[in-house]
């Protein structure tokens, strides 16, 4: 388990750096993946194969991202998943290009120290930022050089290479995840999946680039669904107050782009170093 303060503290922020600069501006933490956080034994081998570094710090945020390889997996749920939604059908996805997504959710402090404000209910800088819509995300990953996940992309990590309901297997405990409960807890309390995220499950919901609309009716792709601004946005992941079915990796809601509330968050990503 990562320590909160390490998912919540800004390491040397950099406060001029235009976007573009900010894009670039990482620490290496770490260049191969430690096997008490990516479990997933093929996963590390993988990771190590592509020659970037694993684990990065973005210098003017804080936030740590981890790396993702490329793939195949079985997006949505099977017929026979208990909760499942129709909007979920199963299909293959091929995720073509390695990624880096946050390891936790975007803190109260991350949030900070690019954005300058402070929104949310809940206090405390390792709590995840919330209260803030799709736009409000779109406008800190421009002005950090960062972006959104897309769906395909969000589920994959979130899944880290497991078939089940979560990525803890078919069912989940109250000591793995955070949900049915009255505040979320701070980033990185709860035991990481077998790829090193954090309450990928619960705590605030995450909104991602995609506009809402069906999956595909056959195999597809990492990219994310484009839309306009009057574009429902998928959110993934269930909160702190939603019922465990909402908190499975293949379980999908939506909201306006220009909604908030007191359970949505999000995560970050970009392209390798």
């Not at 990771?47 to 390889?69: D, E, F, N, Y």
């Not at 017929?79 to 946050?102: C, M, P, V, W």
């Amino acid at each position: 388990m990562s320590n909160p303060s390490e998912a919540s503290n800004p390491s040397n922020p950099s406060k001029d750096l235009s976007p573009a600069e900010q894009a670039d501006a990482f620490e290496v933490l770490a260049h191969d993946p430690d096997p008490a956080v990516v479990t997933d034994a093929t996963a590390r081998e993988r990771i190590k194969a592509m020659g970037h570094p694993w684990k990065i710090r973005h210098t003017a945020s804080g936030i740590v991202m981890l790396l993702c390889p490329p793939g195949d997996f079985p997006m949505g749920s099977t017929e026979t998943e208990d909760g499942r939604y129709e909007n979920e059908r199963q299909h293959k996805r091929t995720i073509s290009n390695a990624f880096y997504l946050s390891q936790t959710q975007v803190s109260k402090a991350q949030w900070r120290s690019i954005m300058r404000t402070d929104p949310g209910r809940f206090q405390g800088d390792a709590m995840p930022v919330e209260r803030v819509s799709w736009f409000d995300c779109k406008r800190f990953c421009e002005l950090s050089g960062l972006r959104l996940p897309s769906e395909a992309e969000w589920e994959y990590a979130c899944r880290a290479g497991t078939t089940t309901a979560y990525s803890f297997g078919e069912t989940i405990t109250e000591e793995q995840v955070y949900f049915d409960s009255g505040e979320p807890v701070a980033c990185g309390s709860l035991p990481a999946n077998p790829w090193g995220f954090h309450e990928m499950h619960g705590n605030v919901w995450e909104w991602v680039e995609d506009a809402y609309a069906a999956y595909p009716k056959e195999a597809g792709g990492q990219e994310a669904v484009e839309g306009d601004a009057s574009s429902n946005r998928v959110l993934r992941g269930g909160s702190w107050h939603g019922d465990a079915i909402y908190l499975r990796s293949s379980n999908r809601s939506y909201g306006t782009p220009g909604s908030t509330s007191d359970d949505l968050g999000f995560r970050v990503a970009r392209a390798p170093l």
